[in-house]
């Protein structure tokens, strides 16, 4: 088993966001715990993120490791993380984030809390998020402290909103997110969905990162048909997961949707689907919502 040299990589995948990086390196100056590295994977960026970083390091009292890859986008520059941390666990903490002085030592007690000889059988911590006038994005988890998975946490307790914490490393080695030629996204939860099958998660009602609130449906809802592959594979891989049939239709018709997208054909799209019957069954509405798609 490798060796780790932190406690925590905090991870940050940046994209010409050279002025917005000043908002993780204060939030990282001034916490308690001071046990991690900061990984910055800088995706391409043609602006002055490289200079910001290293000023960064002339005044940081913490390690911080810089690497730059040609634009791939973030799935790709996550994957790079994982492989390159030397912490033990893994956090993200977006360009844009902030989160409060006391973050990562809340994390690690909520960790260590964990009786050691059941930890093998956990991959992660999961906390609240607040909006910047201090209220909880979302809903908050059904008891202030409750194991459970990011499937059952959304399917069964009904848990909504952005949500925030940590994957250990070793586990996130395992998962890493596929890459699609020419694509450069792919849902998140692509990962955490699979995660979820085998490892728990301590979920905990504490706020303790910060999260600008925004409505970027529409961006979401673009970068899904640019990125059409990607996403009809995360529709797939969900068919084969404890959600309800009502769920499993729904997700059905957007693998068929963006399988149009990918200009793939109607035999590919059942063959390679889990359930291929519900393939079939989505055919017509797939095709509807695609051709919608194809109008705006």
Request: with cysteine; glycine share 4%; proline share 4%.
């Amino acid at each position: 088993m490798k060796k780790y040299k932190y406690m925590f990589t905090v991870f940050t995948a940046s994209y010409n966001r050279a002025h917005l990086l000043n908002n993780v390196f204060t939030s990282l100056t001034s916490q308690t715990y001071r046990d991690f590295e900061w990984l910055i994977v800088d995706d391409g960026s043609n602006d002055n993120t490289k200079q910001v970083v290293e000023s960064f390091k002339n005044r940081a009292h913490f390690p911080i490791n810089y690497i730059y890859q040609s634009n791939s986008g973030k799935p790709a520059a996550f994957n790079r993380g994982v492989k390159q941390a030397g912490g033990r666990l893994f956090l993200t903490l977006d360009s844009d984030d902030t989160c409060l002085p006391s973050a990562l030592e809340r994390l690690h007690f909520y960790w260590k809390s964990i009786p050691a000889r059941e930890r093998n059988t956990y991959s992660a911590v999961t906390v609240l998020c607040m909006d910047e006038k201090g209220n909880v994005v979302g809903t908050e988890f059904p008891k202030h402290t409750i194991d459970s998975n990011s499937i059952e946490i959304r399917t069964k307790y009904k848990v909504k909103g952005e949500k925030w914490g940590f994957q250990r490393t070793d586990i996130l080695k395992k998962y890493p997110y596929p890459i699609f030629k020419g694509e450069k996204w792919i849902p998140m939860s692509t990962v955490w969905y699979k995660i979820a099958l085998k490892y728990k998660t301590r979920y905990v009602n504490e706020s303790l990162r910060v999260y600008t609130l925004s409505d970027d449906s529409i961006t979401v809802s673009n970068t899904r048909v640019k990125n059409p592959n990607g996403t009809a594979f995360y529709y797939n891989e969900t068919l084969a997961m404890p959600f309800s049939l009502t769920n499993k239709i729904i997700n059905a018709i957007n693998y068929v949707r963006y399988n149009f997208h990918a200009r793939q054909s109607i035999p590919f799209m059942i063959k390679n689907c889990k359930i291929p019957l519900l393939a079939i069954i989505a055919l017509l509405p797939g095709y509807l919502l695609f051709s919608r798609d194809a109008k705006h």
